[in-house]
């Protein structure tokens, strides 16, 4: 076949399509992921791939790769006749991945820090809104996808690729664990009010921080309320199992 036969080459079009892959593999890939540190696929449930193909409109060859990505991370684990399951996680497992998130979370202020524009600030006084709706009406999953966003909304205070990748996989390494360890416990709903209020003068002394530009600060308090946070689960933790 001659080559004025063979179809131009089209640089666009390829990267389009490869776009569009990549953009529907990590949708899919985000979407399990946070059903999984919201406990919707609580530890022990299989994953079928042609269940999650169908409900995305996809074939299995990209659940698949999102599947094998989640195994890798730990949120999943292949068992030989049985298939995909979610993993189970306790509080011991996770000290050492605490220990390096205290240790990271100080680094947002010092590794190539953003400055935060008005839009950032706003965002952040925006999730400060939500906080204080959820103090007068708490509710554990609202409180865990706060959570989340705040998460992302500090990890854009750096623009270190490799320290914002490094901690968010670390951090949807230990994100499920509150959850499952607080609904446990008797105290649960005092146990929950009790981490909002935490969480909510986190956020605000953040939002001040970032108010008045000091992202050093906004390290700092992050690093003190991450390893409070580990304490606090470590003794609830040990109150379930009496």
């Known amino acids: 076949m001659p080559d004025e036969d ?54 299995r060859t990209p659940i698949r790769r999102v599947l094998v990505k989640l195994e890798a991370e730990g949120f999943l684990r292949s068992v030989h006749g049985v298939g995909t399951i979610v993993t189970d996680i306790e509080i011991e497992e996770l000290e050492q991945v605490y220990q390096l998130r205290v240790e990271l979370a100080e680094l947002i202020g010092r590794l190539m820090p953003v400055e935060p524009d008005n839009s950032k600030r706003a965002a952040f006084r925006e999730l400060l809104s939500r906080c204080e709706g959820l103090v007068g009406k708490p509710d554990a999953r609202e409180f865990a996808r706060i959570n989340m966003d705040f998460f992302h909304l500090l990890n854009s205070l750096t623009g270190n690729e490799p320290l914002r990748e490094i901690s968010e996989r670390l951090y949807y390494q230990t994100t499920r664990i509150w959850l499952k360890t ?28 970032v108010n008045v530009g000091d992202l050093r600060v906004v390290g700092l308090i992050r690093r003190a309320h991450i390893s409070m946070s580990f304490q606090r689960l470590r003794n609830e933790a040990r109150r379930a199992y009496r």
Do not use: N
Request: aromatic share 8%; hydrophobic share 35%.
């Open 6 to 59: 063979l179809p131009a080459f089209d640089p666009k079009a390829r990267t389009g399509g490869d776009r569009s892959a990549r953009q529907r593999f990590e949708h899919i890939y985000h979407t399990l992921r946070t059903r999984i540190c919201l406990l919707d696929y609580p530890p022990g449930e299989r994953l079928r791939e042609e269940d999650l193909a169908e409900e995305f409109g996809v074939s």
């Open 182 to 209: 607080a609904s446990r416990l008797s105290q649960y709903e005092e146990i929950l009010m009790d981490e909002i209020r935490i969480f909510h003068r986190e956020v605000a002394d953040i939002v001040d921080a």
